[in-house]
């Protein structure tokens, strides 16, 4: 979903603040595109429909005239990639509405009230059981600013427990990012890479769902052993600015689930069901499954006894805090349209694809994931990231005979890993700004679980590859 764009710096410094503008970045790759329409030679590959599904014929390069983009030309490309990713934009400002009437209900927000009250005298499953509902957010609705709000609700209960600060921060963020990472139905990610790679929506979901589980395991592992150090020796764990005191708010909240909010969980899991049927069923994409989540919003305001104007109103606002992902999604596809009206996008695949048919598939897969991995520290938006890379990467997984699947699946690790350690991540940032934790300490701190997951996905990408990950 859409960065927030943030930086933490510490109580007493008045360093000035450098952040990274994705818009800014995002016209820098646009006008480097542009000039390379100048540079590099044009060329073409015929393309093949092969059941029902465009892909390039290997034996039917040719090289092409220059067709250099004016500057006016690639300003025109802003507008053009706007209409041409319409259908993302508008799903995803669908989805933003949808939480944001969700929100409105209440729901969210006694849920998690009520699960830490419940787990408050259970602490062993405090950090599974909390994780587990953030890792499925994250899984199934891209679930990651959202989560921001529950940060200080969780840290004054895992202080209360004995715990740390870094325990109730990393229950919230590693939680969602287990989930975001493995994406079994994340419609921000493995959504929109699936449908530029003209993959079925969702599919391959079972290979995912295994990755899912070991992901959380490792997760909920890190965070409970460093937990319970910190319980055994409390000078081993971060305090920052917060007080055990602060949990009796959270603890004497009267808030519980009503009726009316059990009725919307129960909707909300029904949504999934009939989403995932819909999709298996009848190849639902994502104009079936944006009316659905419409459908979905109007139910559960009138469950939650929310007044049409309240429903419109709510949906508005939901929707305006994803504007920034949406525009980010635009101009992302500005830049693809300068390439293919510079014909160079052809020539650049012909070029790598020469260079690396002489070597294993497999070492090809790891390329394509370290490469994933490093567009993501400068591109930290999901979304636009998927935009970027994929209209490339997707043929390019063709030519060298690696299945499109198991491309997106090298795109959503690699995204996901980097967003619980990359300063460029705006939501992380907010995070550890809220929670009072400098970066470099939570980046000591993580390290180790970032390199377990990222041989993770080293070798998910690796047996994807050789099992073949399809359909195609």
Request: aromatic letters at 10%.
């Amino acid at each position: 979903m859409a960065q927030v764009e943030t930086t933490y710096q510490p109580e007493g410094k008045t360093k000035k603040d450098r952040k990274i503008n994705v818009f800014a970045l995002l016209l820098g790759v646009l006008v480097i595109a542009t000039l390379l329409t100048y540079v590099l030679p044009a060329g073409d590959y015929g393309r093949i429909e092969v059941d029902g599904r465009t892909e390039i014929d290997p034996d039917t390069y040719k090289t092409a005239d220059q067709t250099p983009v004016s500057p006016f030309g690639a300003v025109k490309a802003l507008h053009t990639g706007m209409v041409e990713a319409a259908n993302i934009i508008f799903f995803v400002l669908i989805i933003g509405g949808f939480f944001g009437v969700l929100t409105a209900t209440g729901t969210i927000n006694v849920l998690i009230t009520t699960l830490a009250k419940r787990l408050a005298t259970r602490e062993k499953l405090l950090i599974p059981g909390m994780m587990l509902f953030f890792a499925i957010g994250g899984s199934l609705m891209g679930m990651a600013e959202e989560t921001l709000a529950y940060i200080p609700l969780l840290i004054p209960l895992a202080l209360a427990l004995g715990f740390d600060v870094l325990t109730g921060t990393a229950i919230v963020i590693l939680g969602a990012s287990a989930g975001f990472t493995t994406a079994v139905m994340n419609p921000f990610t493995v959504g929109i890479a699936q449908g530029i790679s003209e993959l079925p929506m969702f599919s391959g979901m079972s290979y995912r769902l295994v990755l899912f589980v070991i992901v959380y395991a490792v997760s909920v592992t890190f965070v409970y052993r460093h937990a319970m150090k910190v319980k055994k020796d409390p000078s081993r764990g971060f305090y920052g600015k917060y007080s055990k005191k602060e949990a009796d708010v959270l603890l004497k909240s009267k808030e519980k689930l009503e009726t009316k909010h059990k009725l919307i969980l129960g909707a909300f899991l029904l949504n999934y069901v009939v989403l995932a049927f819909g999709v298996i069923k009848y190849k639902w994409y994502i104009t079936e499954i944006a009316a659905l989540f419409v459908m979905l919003t109007i139910v559960i305001g009138v469950i939650g006894r929310l007044s049409a104007d309240k429903i419109a109103k709510s949906f508005v606002d939901g929707s305006s805090l994803l504007i920034g992902g949406a525009l980010i999604i635009g101009v992302s596809r500005a830049t693809l349209v300068v390439l293919n009206e510079g014909h160079i996008i052809d020539p650049m695949l012909h070029g790598v694809s020469d260079t690396l048919k002489h070597i294993p598939a497999f070492w090809s897969v790891i390329g394509m994931y370290n490469f994933q991995a490093i567009i993501h520290f400068i591109l930290a938006s999901g979304s636009g990231h998927a935009m970027l890379t994929m209209p490339i990467m997707t043929p390019l997984a063709d030519l060298l005979d690696i299945t499109r699947q198991t491309a997106v699946l090298s795109f959503s690790f690699a995204d996901g890993i980097g967003n619980i350690i990359f300063p460029t991540a705006g939501t992380l940032m907010a995070g550890l700004a809220i929670a009072g934790i400098p970066w470099t300490k939570w980046a000591k701190w993580v390290l180790p679980l970032v390199f377990i997951q990222y041989l993770i996905g080293l070798a998910a990408v690796v047996i994807a590859h050789l099992m073949n990950y399809g359909p195609f």
